[in-house]
């Protein structure tokens, strides 16, 4: 599956779930995860990410691991979202910041 990962924190662009064939992305209060059962694999969200937060998990930087449990486990308890909305207010300034995981709202 593809995998959200920590540079959407405080971002949340939302480009990748305009493009979601199967509607696989899940919203919290400043993240979006992806549900591993629904992802498809197609690839389609990883280039939409201004953040370049996406990455598959066969391909994910070791550092990043951690958010394979946080997709599968947050994808369970927050609602679907399948349609493109306006970034977080401050997005360009948090986009590159690194280790966000601490500002995680659930
Ligand atoms: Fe959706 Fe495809 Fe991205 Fe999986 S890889 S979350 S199916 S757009
Ligand atoms: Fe997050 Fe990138 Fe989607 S910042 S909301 S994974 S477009």
């Known amino acids: 599956a ?5 540079n959407c924190i405080r ?15 899940f919203e919290g209060p400043n993240f979006l995860v992806i549900d591993p059962v629904i992802c ?17 998990d066969i391909e994910l930087p070791p550092e990043q691991t951690p958010y394979i449990t946080l997709n599968a486990e947050l994808s369970q308890v927050w609602p679907n979202i399948t349609q493109l909305k306006a ?9 590159g910041v690194a280790d966000k995981l601490h500002l995680l709202e659930r």
């Open 87 to 95: 970034p977080l207010a401050d997005a360009d300034e948090w986009n």
């Open 2 to 6: 593809f995998v959200v990962t920590d």
């Open 11 to 25: 971002c949340k662009y939302t480009d990748c779930v305009a493009v979601c064939p199967v509607d696989a992305f």
């Open 40 to 56: 498809i694999d197609c690839g389609l969200c990883l280039p939409e990410c201004p953040a370049d937060a996406i990455f598959q």
